[in-house]
Every structure is written in C-alpha cells, then in structure tokens.
C-alpha cells in the first residue's frame, strides 16, 4: 500500500510505503513515512495463532524538533530547536501482557532556547543527555538505567526500576539542579531565574512505597504580565516525606516586602493542603494606576474539591500613579457584571479575608488627594470576589471641569454581598467667583443621585450653569451680545484649548492647566489676551496657583493654600497688582 499524502488529526503524512506479507499463519511487515518532515521506519512479524508473539521495532535518524513544535506550540517553536534520535522495540507475546517486554533508546537529545535576557538580549538555554536514554521493561519492571541531562545551569542525574503490578520493591534516586529559566520555554510570557535543587530517593513496594528527600529553592525569581507583581529573591527549602511535602522554610521578596510560607500538602490518600502566607511592606500595583503597601497574614486550607481563603491584609499606605484618572477608576464600579462561566479550582476556593486601613490614609495624586480608612472584607470564590463593608472619606480634594471640589466627609459602603456595589454618600464643596457651593452625592455609582446648594443662595440651574461656565444664567444673559464669528471663534478656542491643556497636564504631571482664550475681552484701560492658570498640589496639604495673561506680564497671580488640620487652613496671596495677603480660615461645622 503506497499513499503519497495523508492528512490525519490535521497533521501531514508523507510518502507512506506499507509492505504485508501473510506466509504460514505469520505475518511480516515494513512500514516507512514521513511525519511532520521526519523520516521514520517499522518493521516485525506477528505470530496469528497462539498467544500471537510479536516482534516488532521503530527506528529513526536524527531528527529535528522544530517542525513537531511548530505544530503543538506554534509561539515557541520559533525560539526553541532540537534534535533526537528514537529506537524502540517490544518483543513477546501479545496475548500475555506480563511476559511482554520493551526497550527503548534515545541516543541523542539535544534542547535549545532563546530566551528575553536584560537590554532586549536573548540568551542561549541549552539541554542535553550526557549519555544515552535508556529505559527497559522486563517482567512488568520499567527500569530506567543511569543517566545524566546536563546543560545551562542544570544538571540532574537519574537511576531506579518501578515496579507497574505487584508488591516488587522500587528504587528511584533522581539528584541535581535545574536553571528555572527553562520554564519559560512552556510560557512566552514568564520571565523567570534561579535554581531547583533536589535529592529525591523512592523505595519500597507499591502498597508501602517510602518517598523520601528534599527540595531546595535557590534565589527563584518568577514575573508574569497576568499577576500584577513578582517573586524575587526566593529561597526555600522543601521536605518530602511518604505521604506529604511540608514547607520547611520559604522566604522571598514580593513588590519590594519580604513573604514567609509555611505548611504543607498531603496527597495520600488524597490531596489536602493547609497553606500559609505572611508578607511585610508589600507593594502592589493593583487596579492599574493605583500602588499600594500592603501586610498580609493568610491561610488557606481545604481540598482541590473545596478550599478556603482566610486571613487579614492591612493597608498601610496608598499612591497614585502620575496617569491616575478618576474617572476611569469609577467606571470599574459601574454597572452589573457577570463573570464568564468556568470550572476549576477557582470556582471551589471561597475567600473570607478582612481588607482594613490605617486610620489615617492619604492618598494623592495631580488631580485627587484623599484621607481616610477603610475596613472591608472580601467574600465569594476566587471566581467571583465580592466587596463587602465601609469606607469613611474625612477630607481631601478633587480637580473636575476647571474647578478644585474639597472633600468634606463621606461614606462609601458596600452592603451588597452578591457583587461589589459601592453606595456613595459624599459631600464636597467648591468656590466659584462669590459663591460657596456643596454638592452631595448619594446612591450607587451607576444610579448616583446630586444634589446642589450654595452660599448666598442659588436656583438650581443656577448652581449648575455656574459650576459648567463659570457665571449663573442672569449674569450671561445681562452680558453684552458678542458677534457671531467672534462668539464662534471662542468656542473653537476654547474646546482647542482644553484639549492641548488636557494632554500638557499628563505630559508636565501638573494638577491642572487651564486657557481661557479671551478672544475680544477687553478691560476700560486695554485688551486682554488669553489667561494661562497652572494649580499643582504639591503635597496633600499645600496647593500653589499661578495665573497669568499670556500678552503681558503685569497681571500675574500667585496663591498658596496649607491646610494644617481639618478644622485650619492658612492662604497666601500675591495678586496681579504686586499686593500680597495673608488669610486664615477655621472650619466649623454646627
């Protein structure tokens, strides 16, 4: 039987050439192919009376491994080459499986792999089989013989035989050291270093097999773009015993924090762990734009059927990176989620950890500084975490549409233990012009309701016309009538300005940058040009203005405000007309 091309399970066979001859109740065969570019070859007889004895072997050349990758990890294949060489045999009767017996040989095998270095540098791994690979089995003993795979920072020797029926006595002693930077030849996204030491020794009979030896971690480093920080610096060491591994030491560095492990797993009769963690000033990066320093004490206990998540994580300090933007950090909490369906281990592992703050957390970024604590627990699966608990806001401030809101107090609750809901109720407080203005938000994030008042007292529309274009509806409308073109020329100037000044405030890391064009405005002395305003918050307690017109240097002002405590605040002031001023103000609420 002669096929040209064969497609099987998507894969190509090629130049198949199968040759049976039948003769006196036996039969004799020869098969040769071409699979995924390498050439391979079979042949033996087959006994069709009795127990139908065989005798039967696979041979074939020195092969290379890249084509067989390219075809089950296609994202590797291009990194990774090889070669082998495999001969098999298995000789004996078919019908009695214990005087069956098979060997096989791999003369030759050879691994590289270009992995990511330092500075967009690839650096070479390289494995290979020191001698041989052979492995025979012999009145149902798979016996592996001495052999040693040596390469980049790995060198592991292995021996023993394994009994497959029976209670026959088994030995296996595996020792040596492997580069972890091999696994990031199974994940194109792990970046990883260090080493794993073992000395691993297996004896006894199948009923009463002794699993005996230890594990040693050396200076492990493991970093993939899934898992918003790192393990660095890992050193450990792991006992085995008959029935468990138990974590005789563990240390690393997290985010810049040192974690502690400790515990075990058994997995005779079945899989059990009971897991710990502690780590000191670890630092996350988690959502995106906010970091966060963390101490945490957790366990975790149970089944691969049914596990639990428990402990406490304290929050010692939280920041904002300088691309921070508020409203994209609420838009998270908006709406319902639904998580995708899924089945594994995540699904059965419940959480119930306690989440709590300093009581004296500030956070501050260009555009946002906040104070205050929070105590929150974390329930539901690993599947679906759900936020429960509260969150006190007693002060800070907040820069939206030109203008700076101060936060006077506030709660954030999530009393919902089905999804994480959060339910605002916030006060803040801005002046614009003479106007002293409160909004209050209440509800949840994707129903939130505002109301508005002010001092001295404004209409509604009013309070919202002055916070959007920095006037109420009667003084617009009593504004003398600009012309069309010069109106529309304003407009344009204005939605160009903003969009310029929106990315400078990002580029330049400043709180604010505003440019009113002014285009026309003119005072009783002489015209005005554009107004430039910078505000930046240079801690969570001083704040610094400056404004000037573009056309002139003459009217330029600068202002600092210090908030010493919630009820004290003291501001400076250097106006346009080279006057300076000194104001203090008390907060007091009745």
């Known amino acids: 039987m002669t096929i040209p091309q064969l497609a099987l399970q ?35 007889r087959v006994d069709l009376t009795g127990d139908y004895y065989a005798d039967a072997s696979l041979d074939t050349p020195l092969i290379q491994l890249q084509p067989l990758l390219a075809v089950y990890s296609p994202a590797q294949a291009a990194r990774m080459n ?41 650096v070479n791994l390289e494995i290979a089989a020191i001698k041989p690979i052979r492995a025979d089995y012999i009145n149902q003993v798979l016996s592996l013989q001495p052999g040693e795979i040596k390469g980049t920072g790995t060198d592991v020797r292995y021996q023993g035989q394994l009994p497959l029926s029976g209670n026959a006595p088994s030995t296996l002693t595996v020792q040596g050291a492997i ?46 773009p899934d898992v918003p920080t790192g393990l660095s610096n890992a050193n450990g060491l792991l006992t085995l015993r008959r029935d468990r591994v138990d974590i005789t030491s563990f240390t690393g560095n997290v985010g810049g924090g040192m974690v502690t492990a400790f515990g075990g797993v058994a997995y005779r009769p079945a899989v059990q762990f009971n897991l710990g963690l502690k780590g000191n000033d670890v630092r996350l990066l988690y959502p995106q734009s906010v970091r966060s320093d963390l101490d945490l004490n957790l366990a975790m206990t149970g089944s691969t059927k049914g596990a639990v998540l428990q402990g406490q994580v304290n929050i010692n300090s939280i920041s904002f990176t300088p691309d921070f933007d508020l409203t994209n950090f609420l838009n998270q909490f908006g709406g319902v989620s639904t998580p995708p369906p899924t ?7 419940k959480l119930n950890v306690a989440l709590r703050s300093a009581s004296d957390l500030n956070a501050v970024s260009p555009t ?20 429960t608990g509260r969150a006190n806001l007693t002060g800070g ?87 069309s073109t010069l109106g529309a020329e304003s407009l344009v100037a204005s939605q160009v300005s903003s969009q310029v000044t929106g990315r400078l405030e990002k580029a330049l890391g400043v709180s604010q940058i ?73 907060h007091k609420e009745f």
């Open 368 to 387: 946002l500084s906040i104070q205050g604590g929070a105590n929150l627990r974390i329930i539901g699966t690993a599947a679906d975490p759900v936020i």
């Open 179 to 224: 580069d972890l930077s091999l696994a990031q030849a199974f994940d194109p996204g792990l970046t990883s270093s260090g080493q794993l030491q073992f000395d691993i020794n297996a004896a006894g009979s199948k009923a009463a097999e002794n699993v005996a030896g230890v594990v040693r971690i050396v200076n492990a480093s493991f970093a993939t």
């Open 397 to 483: 401030d907040l820069i939206f549409l030109g203008n700076r809101y101060e936060v006077k107090g506030g709660t954030i609750a999530f009393v919902n233990s089905i999804q994480s809901e959060p339910v605002v109720n916030l006060q803040v407080e801005t002046t614009v012009q003479q106007y002293r203005i409160a909004l209050r938000f209440r509800g949840p994030m994707d129903r939130l309701q505002t109301t508005y008042t002010s001092d001295p007292a404004l209409a509604q529309a009013d309070i919202i016309h002055l916070l959007a274009f920095g006037n109420t509806e009667e003084a617009a409308n009593a504004a003398p009538a600009q012309s």
């Open 82 to 122: 090889g070669q082998t060489e495999i001969h098999a045999r298995i000789r004996g009767p078919l019908k009695n499986k214990q005087l069956l017996e098979a060997h096989l040989n791999l003369p030759t095998l050879k691994v590289n792999y270009q992995a990511p270095g330092a500075n967009a540098q690839t």
């Open 343 to 349: 089945e594994g281990f995540a699904d059965n592992l």
């Open 514 to 586: 505003s440019l009113d064009p002014q285009l026309g405005a003119t005072t009783a002395n002489q015209q005005q040009g554009a107004r430039l305003t910078v505000r930046q918050r240079v801690t969570s307690k001083l704040y610094v203005t400056f404004s000037t017109d573009v056309t002139t240097t003459q009217f330029s002002a600068v202002q600092l405000q210090y908030r010493l405590n919630p009820k004290w605040s003291v501001s400076g002031v250097r106006d346009q007309n080279g006057g300076f001023g000194l104001d203090g103000r008390y």
């Open 10 to 44: 998507k894969q190509q066979i090629s130049n198949l050439n199968l040759q049976v001859e039948v003769i006196h109740r036996q039969a004799t065969f020869a098969l040769a192919s071409q699979v995924l570019q390498a050439p391979l070859q079979a042949q033996g």
